[in-house]
């Protein structure tokens, strides 16, 4: 249950749901005896709240499409670069210390500089194994809280490191 309450699920999922099924809730609302309520009533209850996860999974799968669409036209997925000797969103030691951690995980050298330089499709299909790494390793969202409840689309520099 806590993989649909999370703070992502409730912020890109359940609140655009909701406010799809608004008008129905307040029918609901001013449709209830609330005098003495009854079996119907909380039939609809429940209804209600199956209807809020029924709406939630419709809100998933068409995001899901939607994203499908846009990185059709867009070439793919958008790169992550932070890790890039060339990139500029990070100071170089922690760069170099986050590629050395993702590096011993995924058991095979970073790039250096001049690799990138020689060849940037190796260089890039790294980078991008990290990442799958890190979204792999850190669906945690009780020990990195922080990562389940920024916005920041750079979850890496949230991390520290030992």
């Known amino acids: 249950m806590n993989d649909y309450l999370d703070a992502y699920s409730i912020k890109a999922r359940l609140a655009p749901a909701a406010l799809a099924i608004a008008p129905v809730i307040v029918l609901i609302v001013l449709a209830f005896n609330w005098v003495q309520p009854s079996l119907p009533e909380a039939i609809i209850g429940l209804a209600v709240m199956v209807l809020f996860f029924a709406a939630s999974n419709v809100a998933r799968r068409l995001g899901k499409r939607k994203e499908r669409q846009l990185f059709a ?9 932070e890790l890039n000797h060339l990139d500029k969103t990070l100071d170089e030691r ?3 210390r986050y590629r050395k951690f993702l590096a011993k ?4 050298p970073a790039p250096t ?5 020689e060849d940037p499709d190796e260089a890039a299909a790294f980078y991008v194994q990290c990442y ?3 979204r792999e390793n850190t669906r945690d969202t009780e020990k ?3 990562l389940s409840t920024r916005t920041s689309p750079t979850a890496i520099t949230a991390i520290s490191w030992r």
């Open 73 to 81: 036209t867009t070439g793919g997925r958008p790169e992550n670069r």
């Open 94 to 96: 922690t760069k170099d």
């Open 105 to 108: 995980q995924l058991e095979q």
């Open 113 to 117: 500089r001049d690799m990138e330089v």
């Open 132 to 134: 799958n790494w890190l």
């Open 144 to 146: 990195f809280r922080i």
